[in-house]
């Protein structure tokens, strides 16, 4: 039974947590992009399962899905069979007449697969119930990459135009908009395209809020070979420049990912295609399983107001039961809120601090430093005390002081050092509760 309890009041915090991505999801655009690979047989058969239902899932959310799709290693597949040999020139397919009747049998063969698979709805399955429709058409128009470095690509095209008004009209009937990386030309002619190129420029086309990949590593990484949890497209570029690698298809889809995020495009999020269930940790998890893109950064700090305040209860409550700050009331945090900074990850208040000065002695206490236990690894207190720290000179204080039972050593790492009760300002020292007997640390404003 205390199992059973563990586990059912984990699944109720998630779903409580869960909720207000599901109100903010709703009749959004998100293009969802993935290469061929995921449609492969054995474990990929598992895969593509798994994708079909979270699909579903967000579709029933009521949130606008277009799908982008590849082929290539179906294409590779078909051109064996048929003891042709792939060619490509800086990564990119040259498209001969034979290799192009093989692309065209492959993503047949491909998008009916996709379509069978989310037109499930077996009893006892995450699909039971639902009915998903799947539309496409000639919504991209074609046209020949030409010759390149003294090659010709033949039948290998770039989008020339995306037909947007017409996707939309499928989305606003509650379609599920299935695109096929193939484009005609004006002239009838068919051209081989890259799904990549195709999920930015529909992206774009749609101003979509969000454009996810589905690829073969966890995300964007550091030099270290550590997972970058949130970027904005200044430090992906950054990384880039200073030759960071990463995982093929991550290196092959930012460029344009890049772009799209520049013309429009909401948000990027590169997820691992083997992590069953990373599209839904992703988008209904306040700290996320891949790297998400942004233009400018999902974290900043704003000064509060009367109407945070039940926000900064609920965040500092935990530390309050455990002893960690001093309990205050609602009433008090009323008459104190204008002293308190927020951080804010994505919309939510995750982190919070507060400042009193003391002008006389040049001097301010910073108190009720708290951040969100999801969120601690993130840097996000210390950009609270940066933050606190700029408020302080700003007033032209020249001392911060704390007092903690508890984070002690976060405060020393970061300067300050131990005093004595005797170095709190008079009005201070006077309220100072020997009971709870707590370290006394100072640091110079504007010194670490």
């Keep these: 039974m205390p199992k059973f309890k563990d586990s059912a009041s984990q699944f109720v915090s998630w779903i409580r947590q869960a909720a207000p991505y599901f109100h903010a999801f709703r009749d959004r655009t998100f293009v969802i992009a ?19 239902h979270d699909l579903n899932l967000l579709e029933s959310l009521g949130i606008r899905l277009v799908l ?24 990119l397919r040259v498209t001969d007449g034979e290799a192009l009747e093989c692309v065209k049998s492959a993503m047949g063969v491909a998008r009916i697969d996709l379509e069978a698979l989310l037109s499930q709805g077996l009893p006892n399955t995450p699909m039971a119930g639902g009915h998903m429709r799947v539309t496409g058409g000639n919504f991209i128009t074609g046209k020949p990459v030409g010759v390149v470095e003294g090659v ?20 606003d009937q509650e ?19 890259a799904w990549e190129e195709v999920a930015e420029a529909v992206a774009v086309a749609l101003k979509a809020d969000k454009l996810i990949y589905l690829l073969d590593a966890a995300g964007v990484m550091d030099a270290a070979g550590e997972l970058l949890p949130a970027l904005t497209v200044e430090e992906v570029e950054a990384l880039n420049s200073a030759g960071v690698a990463q995982a093929p ?22 997820l691992d295609r083997n992590s069953d269930g990373a599209m839904l940790m992703e988008l209904f998890t306040r700290t996320g399983v891949g790297t998400v893109v942004t233009r400018s950064p999902l974290a900043r700090i704003r000064e509060a107001t009367v109407e945070d305040v039940g926000g900064v209860l609920a965040l500092i409550a935990p530390l309050e039961a455990d002893g960690t700050l001093v309990k205050r009331g609602r009433e008090r945090l009323e008459m104190e809120i204008t002293r308190f900074s927020l951080l804010e990850h994505d919309g939510v208040v995750v982190g919070c601090a507060a400042l009193y000065p003391y002008s006389d002695h040049k001097a301010a206490e910073l108190a009720c430093l708290a951040v969100m236990s999801d969120y601690r690894r993130a840097g996000y207190g210390e950009l609270l005390l940066n933050h606190m720290e700029a408020r302080a000179r ?7 002081f704390v007092l903690t039972t508890r984070t002690a050593h976060w405060f020393v790492e970061r300067g300050f050092r131990e005093a004595g009760v005797d170095a709190l300002p008079q009005e201070k020292r006077e309220m100072y509760n020997l009971q709870r007997r707590s370290k ?9």
Excluded: W
């Excluded at 991550?250 to 909401?266: E, F, H, K, M, N």
């Design 34 to 52: 993935f290469g061929g690979e995921i449609l492969e047989g054995g474990i990929a058969e598992e895969r593509a399962q798994a994708l079909a």
């Design 68 to 91: 982008v799709h590849g082929a290539r290693p179906q294409i590779d597949a078909e051109m064996h069979r048929r003891a042709l040999t792939p060619r490509f020139h800086k990564g």
């Design 152 to 171: 010709d690509y033949l039948f290998t095209g770039a989008v020339r135009k995306v037909n947007a008004a017409e996707i939309t009209a499928d989305l």
């Design 175 to 193: 379609n599920v908009v299935l695109i096929t990386p193939i484009g005609a030309s004006p002239s009838g002619e068919i051209f081989n395209l």
């Design 249 to 270: 298809e991550v290196t092959r889809v930012l460029p344009g990912a890049l772009r799209a995020c520049r013309d429009g495009v909401g948000r990027l999020h590169f």
């Design 394 to 400: 700003a007033a032209k204080l020249k001392q911060l």
């Design 440 to 448: 006394v640390l100072v640091r110079p404003v504007g010194r670490k």
